[in-house]
């Protein structure tokens, strides 16, 4: 496993400068944030819908970046959303998560493409479920949930007829 350190100036990279794989990126972040748990041990796993069984839920959101693999058009949405479903038991907890896509709106293609997030984004929303965790399953303090986003305004208005999250229906919240 390659290491990154997770403070925001250096993650401030250009993605496609990343030496390591994202998937690998939400691991080592995830694990730097739930050792405060230690001796109970924190899982992260990647889902492609809602596991069944009993969870607290939470959607974030985050500035991220598309690129259709059919005509190459990239754009950058302000509404790049996940969902976190976590739960404990046994002294060890799960971290459920899943990225929303979107569909090119250059061409014909009907697939949703991936969401490209941005290291510091990452460390964002893992930050903000992290103290949920906290809050949630150990009763700490809440501090105020990160909001801020990459600067940056999107030419154009979120378009919820090519959006994965809208058709979910986790993206109807302002955040
Ligand atoms: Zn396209
Ligand atoms: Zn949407």
Redesign the pocket.
Known sequence: MCSITTTPAVLAVPIVKRTCTEAVVWQVIFMKLFYRFVPHSWRLVSVPNRPSGRWHTFVDSAKVRFSCKSCEHGWTSM?G?ITFWCAFSNNTGVVAYRL?G?QCGSCTGESYESAMWYPEEIEKVLWNICNRVAHVFYGLARPPIQLNRRPGKPKNP???EK????KDGV?AERR
Do not use: L
Not at 163 to 166: D, R, S, V
């Open positions: 509404k959303r929303y979107q979120h378009n919820s959006c994965q999250a809208c993206c």
